[in-house]
């Protein structure tokens, strides 16, 4: 099981010689993965995604250093009384080392919730305020699919899964971005399927009837 370690996108997707689409999954049932827990509701159900994983301790000692660095440069430049013009060019390490904070926190505190109902297909990510929320009319989606990255440019076999929503006017719409494995993306891609009442093979088949429109 997987979690976000890259901003989630927003907006629909350009075609993109380094991103490829998944595998048609299995027809057999796949089991809910550790990092996502179901909650069903009275007309619908609620996905909530973990974004934590072991790896993010080694985004930790990262952070802790580079945030070392840049406190030992501000401070000594305090000390001297450095001019205001030599900040300007130093504080974009400050914005950077603030950044890496916030998505380190959120690596740890953060989670995905994904709602369908007969209405509405929502996604949001929080406690931390992050991009990448989704409002959509159920209605409106016929086809769930998983569409995966290469995730590593030295290593051509190892791929990041994200998850994506067709609707009826053609756009795709990324719900779900990150360090993902199949199987989570495939869960969720076969649960939102049977929750929207989405035939199952168009939810399996649609990676790669997307990747053909674009091809056309």
């Given at each position: 099981c997987g979690a976000v370690t890259a901003l989630p996108g927003s907006g629909s997707a350009a075609a993109s010689t380094s991103v490829e689409h998944a595998r048609?999954?299995?027809?057999?049932?796949?089991?809910?993965?550790a990092c996502v827990d179901t909650r069903?509701?009275?007309d619908g159900a609620e996905f909530t995604v973990k974004w934590y994983k072991p790896l993010a301790w080694l985004v930790v000692g990262f952070m802790v250093v580079?945030?070392?660095?840049?406190y030992v440069v501000y401070a000594r430049l305090i000390e001297d009384r450095t001019p205001w013009v030599a900040w300007v060019p130093l504080s974009v390490f400050g914005i950077a080392a603030l950044a890496l904070s916030y998505?380190?926190?959120?690596?740890f505190t953060n989670t995905t919730r994904i709602t369908a109902t007969r209405e509405h297909l929502g996604v949001r990510h929080g406690p931390l305020p992050w991009p990448g929320r989704r409002a959509l009319a159920s209605a409106d989606v016929v086809r769930v699919y998983t569409r995966r990255r290469a995730s590593d440019p030295d290593d051509p076999a190892r791929f990041d899964h994200d998850l994506w929503v067709e609707l009826r006017d053609e756009r795709e719409i990324r719900l779900l971005r990150g360090a993902f494995d199949a199987q989570t993306t495939g869960f969720l891609e076969q649960e939102l399927a049977r929750?929207?009442?989405?035939?199952?093979e168009a939810a399996q088949d649609s990676s790669t009837v997307a990747?053909?429109?674009r091809s056309g």
């Open positions: 048609p999954a299995p027809r057999h049932v796949l089991a809910e993965p069903e509701l009275s580079f945030d070392a660095i840049v998505f380190t926190v959120a690596m929750t929207l009442r989405l035939p199952r990747h053909a429109r």
